[in-house]
């Protein structure tokens, strides 16, 4: 009788502020990552955000350095990409990208801030028929990395959502979640 042995996929549980090995493309399956590289002066400039799903990848980067690291605890799965799914996550970081961009050339810190929570809250949060659910403290975003992901400063950050609550404009939920509500 032989016997086969099954070679399962490396899957690992990662913390907060860990860095996925570099060169592997992973399944996502808990927890939060962010895409980054480093600008000249070594300030780190946000490429993306993935969530419970998504394929993520540093196997064959066009910026250097790459680095995929864990807003939260993390469980992920080494994947093999075949080229249909390369093909997806390719299409998925450049619309990601894109939209980052256009977020960050806002000239208003209102609206870019505001179009940046809209985002993040449509692509991880929950849509019902009051607005976006969204919860900064589940995918780990401070108001430091808000600022660093539109370009703004802390402070500017906190003043600003201290004034979109005040507005309405968000709508606190719980301790730490935020409604972005439906535009009637």
């Known amino acids: 009788m032989t016997t086969s042995h099954l070679k399962r996929p490396l899957r690992l549980t990662l913390h907060p502020q860990d860095v996925l090995p570099e060169h592997m493309s992973w399944r996502l399956h808990e927890g939060y990552v962010r ?8 300030e780190s400039i946000t490429l993306g955000l993935w969530g419970p799903g998504d394929v993520i ?22 994947l093999e990409l075949d080229d249909n799914t390369q093909l997806q996550h390719i299409r998925r970081e450049r619309q990601m990208l894109a939209k980052l961009h256009a977020i960050q050339r806002m000239r208003s810190g209102e609206r870019r801030l505001l179009a940046l929570l ?11 028929r009051h607005g976006c659910r969204l919860s900064l403290a589940e995918l780990n975003l401070t108001h430091r990395g808000l600022a660093d992901l539109c370009g703004l400063t802390r402070v500017t950050v906190t003043k600003l959502l201290s004034r979109f609550r005040h507005d309405g404009v968000l709508l606190t939920i719980g301790e730490s979640d935020l409604l972005i509500p439906r535009e009637r």
């Open 35 to 42: 895409s980054a590289t480093m600008d000249d002066d070594g």
């Open 57 to 78: 990848s540093s196997e064959d980067p066009v910026l250097h350095p790459l680095e995929l690291q864990c807003l939260t605890t993390v469980v992920v799965e080494h």
């Open 118 to 128: 809209t985002w993040i809250a449509r692509s991880f949060g929950q849509i019902n």
